[in-house]
C-alpha cells in the first residue's frame, strides 16, 4: 500500500484525507535534501520499522511492520561527518544525535522512513520519520507528522513493503 502526504497538509488514508505535517520550510526534491533545511523529501519512502514508547503502548501498536521499543538512551545521528549519520545509536553519542526517548510525547509512535538510508549520504538528510503531530499541526524538521489516531490507523493497515509518499500537489 502507498500512503501519501500532500504538500498542502492533508494525507491519504483509507479514502479519508485527515491532516498531516511536513517540513515547516515546505517540500524539496530528494536530490536537493540537505540536513537541516526543515524539509521533507519529496519522493516515495519505504516504512522500515516502527518504534514505539512501550510506558505508552505495553503490547506495542497494531502493525504488521516490524517493530521495537524504544528505550530512554536510543538516539538516531544527524551529524554528517559521523561514521553513523542517519543510523540509530545509543546516547550518549560523541556526536550529534537526537533522542528518540522524548518528553513531548511526539515520539510514542515514530515509522522509521527510507530516506538517504541505503547508503546514508553524508548532508542529504536524516531522521526522516512519521511520528505523531503537535497541536495544531506545526510544521516539522522534515518528517511526516500525523494525529495519534491517525498514526494508529495508517499502523493497522500497513504491510512490510508498504511506503509513504510525499508530493508537492
Known amino acids: 500500500m502507498l ?5 498542502d497538509g492533508r494525507f ?17 526534491a530528494a ?9 521533507s523529501p ?6 522500515r520499522e516502527v518504534w514505539y514508547r512501550p510506558d505508552v503502548y505495553p503490547d506495542g501498536p497494531v502493525t504488521a511492520l516490524p517493530k521495537r521499543a524504544t528505550r530512554p538512551e536510543d538516539g538516531w545521528c ?9 543510523r540509530p545509536v ?29 547508503p546514508p549520504v553524508p548532508g542529504l538528510g536524516s531522521a526522516i520519520f512519521m511520528h505523531l503531530a503537535r497541536e495544531g499541526y506545526p510544521g516539522t524538521e522534515g518528517c511526516v507528522a500525523l494525529a495519534r489516531e491517525d498514526l494508529e490507523a495508517v ?3 500497513a ?6 509518499e510525499i508530493v508537492a500537489a
Open 159 to 164: 504491510r512490510p513493503g508498504d511506503a509513504v
Open 3 to 7: 500512503f501519501r502526504a500532500f504538500a
Open 42 to 47: 519529496l519522493g516515495t519512502w519505504p516504512m
Open 12 to 28: 491519504a488514508l483509507n479514502g479519508q484525507t485527515p491532516r498531516c505535517a511536513l517540513g515547516k520550510s515546505g517540500v524539496i
Open 78 to 86: 544527524d551529524a554528517p561527518g559521523d561514521p553513523n549519520y542517519n
Open 31 to 39: 536530490a536537493d535534501k540537505r540536513e537541516g533545511d526543515n524539509r
Open 90 to 118: 545509543v546516547l550518549p553519542y560523541p556526536a550529534s544525535a537526537e533522542r528518540m526517548w522524548r518528553d513531548d510525547a511526539v515520539y510514542d509512535l515514530v515509522v522509521i522512513l527510507g530516506h538517504n538510508d541505503d
Open 155 to 157: 499502523l493497522a493497515l
